[in-house]
């Protein structure tokens, strides 16, 4: 259904990646991204296509003009045909960010009950195929590059475990280390540490310390506890009891008085992608439950907190996080219309509606930009119609 016309937009996107200053024709720069005019509403809902050759001219989103979209893996034409039953719901992603081809290989989990999968899709020939899958993968939700060239994805379930993959040689190592907790968001420091979180009702943020630069088998995991009642100001990164934390990261936060709150689920640092070089120490965390977004300024041992995007009309149950080359943070939510929303970097939390998804069945999920913040990845996950086809899409400047 789509595979010439795939081919040459896969082709205008890897061109996109690769652009430098020296290459101006495709008039597609860092600043341009978000330049753009708000839409002013959520979509209208639609049903997507009832026919496979539908998704060909299908536009799940409604978007700012001059941006286009294009569907550059399906669950019907890729997804399937590479992992079968386990190859449903695409959740989140994230590009090989360093190395000889960075920018081409576009890598998902997939939030099956059992038998996930972690896909890939080479931006330059429009194939898509399997990098694991096993039976005993429960919900894979959390995906991220390494600074050593490897990927490490996440479970999102009670005891959930991170697993880190070599692409090279597809060698799979559980890590046990970072801890045992339902995961979501993935991001590393600067420094190799790993941020992360525990979707729960009380869910704490977490940052592990290896005990070796690049090895993830064995180190410090610690719980961010905010000194004030009110959950924001001073923090303190908080050492966990390393052998409880491999049983129940949770059971060890709560033990130290981490702070909680209500299903935080992405988190975002401006190291992904090298997007926002200068907002680097700056972690955001989307907390579902709380219609919240946090601003966390990292400072070593300590931090501090910020409720950064709180309660706004028409902002419902923020989900994932992107953030693009000026510090704008793009949020979306998991609901149906989703919305994606731009905080724009200096706005004093003031937010404004980007795209928004028009299959109500689905929401959008695992935003993320590539380097240069040319393009935005998302995924449909829990698409409606007869179909029940999830989608990835590129979204760019025309």
Wanted: proline share 6%; with cysteine.
């Amino acid at each position: 259904m789509k595979h010439v016309t795939s081919l040459a937009v896969l082709a205008v996107l890897v061109a996109a990646c690769d652009q430098t200053p020296s290459q101006p024709a495709l008039a597609i720069t860092a600043s341009t991204f978000s330049k753009f005019d708000a839409i002013p509403a959520s979509a209208q809902c639609v049903a997507p296509p009832a026919t496979a050759a539908g998704f060909a001219s299908y536009q799940p989103f409604v978007v700012p003009a001059g941006y286009s979209q294009h569907i550059i893996a399906s669950q019907l034409d890729d997804f399937g045909p590479v992992a079968g039953a386990g190859a449903d719901l695409p959740d989140m992603n994230t590009l090989n960010e360093t190395g000889p081809a960075a920018g081409k290989l576009l890598y998902r989990t997939h939030e099956v009950g059992s038998n996930g999968a972690v896909t890939v899709t080479d931006l330059r020939t429009g194939v898509t195929s399997l990098v694991t899958q096993s039976p005993t993968y429960n919900r894979l939700d959390g995906i991220a590059w390494t600074p050593w060239r490897t990927v490490v994805f996440a479970e999102e379930t009670g005891g959930g475990l991170v697993f880190e993959v070599d692409p090279a040689s597809g060698v799979v190592a559980p890590r046990p280390a970072v801890g045992l907790r339902s995961h979501e968001g993935l991001r590393f420091d600067t420094r190799g540490n790993l941020y992360g979180i525990s979707e729960t009702a009380t869910g704490a943020i977490f940052k592990f310390v290896p005990d070796r630069n690049g090895d993830l088998s064995s180190g410090q995991l610690y719980a961010l506890k905010v000194l004030d009642a009110s959950r924001t100001g001073e923090a303190v990164w908080v050492p966990l009891d390393r052998a409880l934390s491999q049983i129940n990261s949770d059971q060890a936060a709560a033990a130290v008085g981490a702070s909680g709150w209500g299903r935080p689920e992405d988190v975002e640092i401006g190291t992904s992608t090298g997007n926002n070089a200068g907002g680097q120490q700056v972690m955001y965390v989307a907390v579902t439950s709380e219609n919240l977004v946090l601003k966390i300024d990292l400072k070593g041992d300590e931090a501090f907190v910020t409720n950064y995007v709180q309660n706004l009309s028409g902002f419902e149950n923020p989900d994932n996080l992107a953030l693009d080359a000026q510090g704008n943070l793009y949020i979306a939510e998991d609901n149906g219309p989703g919305d994606i929303w731009v905080a724009r970097a200096g706005a004093g939390g003031a937010i404004e509606r980007f795209a928004s998804l028009s299959d109500c069945s689905a929401e959008p999920t695992g935003i993320y930009f590539d380097k240069g913040a040319h393009i935005l990845y998302v995924n449909v996950q829990h698409a409606g119609g007869p179909l029940s086809n999830d989608l990835a899409v590129a979204i760019s400047p025309r």
